[in-house]
């Protein structure tokens, strides 16, 4: 008896489970959408430079000699491009506040003849600080390119023969990039993207799934039927689930590895184990937002207001070392910090479980919770 | 076009917002919850980068070096490794992201006038995190070599210390960061914020309106009535926009007042910006809840059109000039990025109409073609 009683309970769950699917392949632009996230998003996001990339130089020089320009060559692609010359300090300013042009290099007057007769110069450089991330990368290379012209000219001075270079003390720094050696940002952008993608949608359609019964009446359908709560909503995140991980599957071999040619280094099963656990873990949140409210305007802005900070503040776009102590330990609580650790973990650096299970643990309890607690929540409803 | 049904439409409209008060409040509450969380946990800055040091050497000249990175409020010391293969599984555990590796002998050969190469490891996964660290390393060491270098020559060609140091070091960078002169990255945060929060919120405001009423059916009773669509998309958006341009204020007022962004340009114009911006995002909406025929499917669009632009083709991380091609096409299909010009501009440059007349235009050419597709879309004569 207890048998039969068991397979009704699947067969209800299964052919729930396909009514979702169904309802969502009738909605043509639904998954246009759904499918432009996964593949042409991504592609669009690995055209972006998060480095110092062309920035524009503008210089006035005032010396025109050739020590001067042996300076401005120095100001080279890729970091920098030439973006003309101009005549006095306002002008490039007024370029400056234009944004047609980032730093401003200034070479005062004598500078070749001082040089040569030994005495100090100042050469000026105006940065744009009103983008301070690029304001702080652009000053560290002009500081560099300026730095290490001085030390050459330092030892034309004293009539040093380069090739003695190795009787002056002088530390030289190799530096080694661990996991993406060239420092090539389309392996980052992508995958950033890939995981802000499966966030919004593993807490948005589950989310819209249920308001959506609610906003037009077919709920009073699904209470009258002999469904328990629990199968009213596993099969909503077991369909949403199952179309996250198809849907990471198409992006992760189609563009991630198919046209990018990024090196997955781990193992897959256990990348994708986590893609399942997480979209499970944000379907919990989706739940809990979907009952606090009674139509779909109230969901969007509700995951509107969840899903940015969770996503901007994660660490998928900015360093959570930087950000201030509070909200270091605040993001502790959002699945997607440990999401992001497990999967640039295992898709670039190649880590297991050995090393990443206490993201894992992490990861699972607050998913746990946060499943049970929108289930609780959902149940309630029905009372 | 009649006004007064188009305020008709619009008091319609303007009740169900009202009456929905959960939805009038996350109207508001919305974007200023976005500002506040942006504006106090969006830093930029590359700060505290946890690191650690292999020290072969353990003399007072190795540890001098260390120091310097140990004493920089770029990196945050996380202790002394006793060897590097020790290193790989703390990198892998995300608990350092740079390691200094000091040879054996590094005293000794400097002394003896012989150069010494120092390893340094780098965590690649964060790019710009890496590039930017890679500076700061690149940078402290250029300047103990310039030290080094004055030690050598007051030594060997026996010219006193301060003579010394200015041959060693004969170009003087004399740095100044123009409009932002501390580059505190909460100003920037703040001027681009506006940009983000406009650039999101009325479109999800304004997508669910019309899709909504097609979803329910009361679309029929305007498709029955005597109002044009032109009046009835003008009268259903005329809300939405009051809303945003109010919520452009409030975003204004906690910029300047909460977060202390200096504001130097005309308020007037960045006021009459905002208001042709929010018509040009509110037609993003707009276009979205035309074309769909459900809710969920016009929330997945808007965010598809909205959130991606306003992060990566704004100008937010990375300025337009600096990418390929391909990029800074994408970047001119947005409305985005000639806001954050007007936004920047209007905040830290100090400009005004004068140089920034050209976004302007452009965003009211933006709506304009956004209004326009819209209302050839929207048909009182549906199919099927």
Known sequence: MLGEEFKLWWIRLWSLTLKELLQLSRDGFLIIAIVYMFTLDIWLSGNVHLELHRATLIVRDADHSEVSRELIANFRYPYFKLGGEVFDEREGIWMLDRNEAIVLLDIPENFMRDLRSGRTVDVQVMVDGSNTVIGTLASNYAGRIIGEYGLDRALERIKFHPDKLETVPRVDVRVRVWYNPNQEDFWFLPISELLTVITILGLMLPAAAAVREKERGTIEQLLVSPLTPAQIMIPKVVSMTLVVIVGTAFSLFGVIKGVFGIPVKGNLGFFFLTVALYTVAVSGMGLFISTFTRNLAQVAMLVLVVAMPVVLLSGAWTPPEAMPVWLRRAIHLSPLYYFIEMSYGILLRGAGFGALWDSFLGLSLLGSISFVFGAYRFRRQFR | ?384
């Not at chain 2, 018509?279 to 769909?292: N, Q, R």
């Open chain 2, 1 to 384: 076009m009649n006004i007064e049904r188009i305020l008709a439409i619009a008091h319609k409209e303007w009740r169900e917002i009202v009456r929905d008060r959960f939805f009038l409040a996350l109207a508001f509450v919305v974007p200023t919850v976005m500002l506040l969380v942006f504006g106090y946990g969006l830093i930029l800055d590359v700060e505290n980068i946890p690191f650690c040091v292999v020290d072969y050497d353990k003399t007072p000249l190795s540890r001098d070096y260390a120091y310097r990175f140990i004493g920089s409020r770029y990196f945050n010391f996380k202790g002394e490794v006793e060897h590097e293969q020790k290193l790989r599984s703390l990198f892998e555990r995300s608990q350092i992201r740079f390691a200094l590796i000091i040879p054996p002998n590094f005293e000794r050969d400097l002394r003896a006038g012989r150069s010494v190469t120092v390893q340094s490891l780098i965590d690649g996964v964060f790019p710009f995190r890496a590039t930017t660290s890679k500076g700061y390393v690149l940078a402290m060491n250029t300047a103990f070599n310039g030290e080094l270098l004055t030690d050598y020559f007051s030594k060997h060609v026996g010219i006193p210390p301060d003579q010394a140091e200015k041959l060693a070091q004969p170009v003087n960078i004399q740095l100044r960061y123009l409009y932002n002169q501390e580059l505190r990255s909460t100003w920037s945060v703040a001027a681009v914020m506006i940009m983000f929060v406009l650039m999101v919120s009325p479109p999800f405001l304004t997508a669910m309106g019309i899709v909504r009423e097609k979803e329910s059916g009361s679309i029929y009773n305007i498709y029955c009535s005597t109002v044009t669509r032109t009046e009835f998309l003008l009268g259903k958006l005329t809300p939405y926009v009051i809303i945003s341009t109010i919520n452009s204020l409030i975003l204004w007022a906690l910029s300047v007042f909460l977060f202390g962004a200096p504001f130097k340009g005309d308020p007037i114009f960045f006021f009459f910006a905002s208001v042709v911006y929010v018509v040009c995002t509110t037609g993003i909406g707009l276009l979205v809840s035309v074309m769909v025929r459900t809710q969920v499917a016009a929330m997945m669009i808007t965010v598809v059109l909205t959130v991606v632009p306003a992060v990566l083709y704004s100008g937010l991380l990375i300025p337009i000039s600096s990418m390929e091609p391909m990029g800074q096409f994408q970047a001119h299909l947005f409305p985005a990025m000639y806001f954050t010009d007007i936004a920047l501009g209007s905040f830290l440059k100090g400009v005004g109409i004068k140089e920034l007349w050209g976004k302007v235009v452009a965003l009211a050419i933006y709506a304009a073609i956004l209004w326009a597709i819209s209302f050839m879309l929207f048909s009182k004569r549906p199919k099927s």
